[in-house]
């Protein structure tokens, strides 16, 4: 799978704004970290490639990654009712010295 269709696209939310600005410096057991990012992936994707991906898109240094499989929402249309549909979602920690300009 191609690194440009494992991201498609990030997730700009008010949460994820936030996330983004907060950093952690470093302790005696843990190195500095950089904000967290969320973004949507392909369903298929693993958790080295999203790593891959995002490091060589936005040339950052990534430290963690972590998924959640999102389930689509029921929807009513008229009188037929169906679902949209289901998605994955990735959150990807970044070094310290890293940042992603997504505004």
Wanted: charged content about 35%; glycine content about 6%; cysteine-free.
């Amino acid at each position: 799978m191609d690194i440009y269709h494992i991201i498609k696209r990030p997730l700009v939310t008010e949460k994820g704004t936030h996330q983004s600005t907060q950093r952690h410096d470093a302790t005696k057991w843990e190195r500095a970290r950089g904000g967290s990012y969320s973004f949507e992936v392909h369903p298929d994707a693993s958790k080295p490639e999203i790593k891959q991906a995002i490091e060589k898109i936005y040339a950052v240094k990534v430290l963690d990654v972590r998924t959640s499989n999102r389930r689509g929402k029921a929807r009513r249309v008229r009188f037929k009712t169906g679902k949209t549909a289901d998605w994955k979602k990735a959150i990807v920690v970044l070094d310290g010295d890293s940042h992603i300009d997504l505004f």
